[in-house]
């Protein structure tokens, strides 16, 4: 028979944070949490959660090390202030390259395989390169690093991480497997989220969110590296005429966001289109963004190549590399 005491001994042992609101937790404070509870009641419930977090403030702290779901200085406790921890680095993305095909293809015994392979590998890599894997989301794995000489740490790691998609390809040699590498720089600030729940489930229904620009483009940084992407040309007349023409590439969303027609003339950004192709273009593997680039020593630079592409809703200059490592 379990016993309410018996209960709390298992919460002390498993819980990250202590604290008596993290021991007792919601099922043990509040009434509401029963079986047998009505939908009715769960939705009050739910209601006052949400009223909970909309009218308590949210304070962050400067961190230069990467926080963890055990970390006693972020909050989520109900009834109290909510603290969150601010942190200025590099975040990277890394994605396997078609994996719904890749399913499709290969037997779900095969694909087990290539899943815990790669998420063991970027894992024992993070670690190496002092980064911390903070989200592992199937094929996509979000890794952090702690804000000292970040963006060399993170490149270092992307190169290696490229370097494991060769490993894999000949230990696998009958998936095509490839990875995308994004990674930006700039401020997140890091939230704990979830329930306090008894023993494993505490630690199943808590999590951290990572918020901000950094870790939004290098994702999307990520869905374009090492790709065939199509582009669109497009050679217009200079301001009013009367500079040189000018070339452009971009992707048709682009193209047509500033494409206009009037007359049987053909316009882009208002001034007269004198040419247009389709092109495709292979990006490399590796992709990141100005702030990472500026951040890197002049060595590390000259490895990277600006692509001429733009990512939605930024305006960020992006690099990209092929790096992996070599012995003699």
Request: hydrophobic share 35%; charged share 30%.
């Amino acid at each position: 028979m379990i016993t309410i005491q018996s209960r709390l001994i298992e919460r002390m042992k498993n819980t990250e944070d202590i604290s008596l609101e993290e021991i007792f937790g919601d099922d043990f404070m509040d009434d509401s949490n029963k079986k047998g509870m009505n939908i009715k009641d769960k939705l009050s419930e739910i209601e006052l959660d949400i009223k909970d977090v909309r009218n308590l403030g949210f304070s962050y702290t400067s961190a230069k090390e990467v926080p963890s779901r055990g970390d006693t200085v972020l909050t989520f406790e109900k009834g109290k202030d909510k603290k969150g921890k601010e942190i200025e680095t590099c975040v990277l993305f890394v994605d396997i390259r078609n994996s719904v095909q890749l399913n499709e293809k290969h037997s779900s015994n095969t694909m087990g395989k290539i899943y815990t392979a790669f998420t063991k590998s970027m894992l024992k890599i993070a670690q190496y390169h002092s980064g911390e894997v903070r989200n592992i989301i199937g094929d996509r794995v979000m890794i952090v690093f702690p804000t000292e000489n970040c963006a060399e740490n993170a490149v270092e790691c992307a190169a290696s991480i490229n370097h494991i998609s060769e490993i894999m390809n000949e230990v696998f040699s009958d998936v095509d497997f490839r990875c995308g590498i994004g990674i930006d720089y700039g401020k997140m600030r890091v939230i704990k989220v979830g329930i306090i729940r008894l023993g494993d489930n505490n630690v199943e229904n808590k999590n951290l969110v990572w918020i901000g620009n950094p870790a939004n483009i290098a994702s999307r940084l990520t869905d374009i590296a090492n790709k065939e992407i199509d582009l669109v040309c497009v050679s217009y007349e200079g301001f009013l005429g009367s500079a040189p023409s000018v070339e452009k590439r971009m992707n048709y969303e682009e193209f047509f966001n500033k494409f206009e027609s009037e007359k049987g003339n053909f316009y882009f950004s208002r001034e007269k289109i004198l040419d247009l192709k389709k092109e495709k273009q292979a990006i490399p593997p590796i992709l990141i963004t100005k702030n990472v680039y500026d951040h890197l020593s002049p060595s590390i630079r000259d490895l990277f190549k600006e692509q001429g592409i733009n990512i939605k809703n930024s305006s960020t200059k992006i690099y990209g590399a092929d790096l992996e490592w070599e012995w003699e």
